[in-house]
């Protein structure tokens, strides 16, 4: 079963969320894409494209948020109780966000990166799956220990 990915973006990352999203759409490890906006034209603030609570819903597996810089997508999306998310511009950092971070929220920004890298980082990332009998297992269960318990 393929993966199911939620995508959204504000105005300043609107064009490479279309591109992105048709990209993932494409993809044979992608079963499902689930778009909570922006649409072209629709101006609605970063930390309310709220991408992350499906994730942590477990209505998706994955999300993809893009914004100028991807840092506000990032800091707004791990405001989420049991979300990991971080920006990543480069393949080591991709590699990293999910292998070593269990992270499953990638930020984009559309300002700093070509589309072309931001298609290939995507592409990437959809290649990693974390692994919690590695060594960074206990880093990122330590990482949940800081989240609330709901009861």
């Known amino acids: 079963m393929g993966l199911t990915i939620v995508v959204g973006a504000d105005i300043a990352g609107v064009n490479y969320k279309e591109t992105l999203k048709a990209d993932l759409e494409a993809d044979e490890r992608v079963t499902k894409v689930i778009d909570v906006g922006v649409s072209p034209g629709q101006d609605i603030d970063y930390p309310h494209v709220a991408v992350a609570k499906k994730v942590a819903a477990g209505e998706a597996d994955r ?6 810089t991807g840092m506000g997508m990032a800091i707004a ?8 998310a971080s920006v990543a511009h480069d393949s ?9 971070n269990d992270a499953q929220v990638l930020t984009l920004g559309e ?32 990482i949940s220990s800081y989240e ?3 009861s």
């Open 77 to 84: 999306a791990n405001k989420v109780p049991g979300i990991r």
């Open 63 to 68: 999300a993809l948020l893009v914004c100028g």
């Open 111 to 142: 300002r700093v990166i070509g589309l072309q890298l931001a298609r290939r980082l995507v592409r990437e990332w959809l290649g990693y799956t974390f692994d919690p009998s590695s060594s960074s297992g206990p880093k990122v269960a330590a």
């Open 148 to 150: 609330p318990k709901t």
């Open 92 to 100: 080591f950092s991709v590699e990293r966000l999910v292998l070593s």
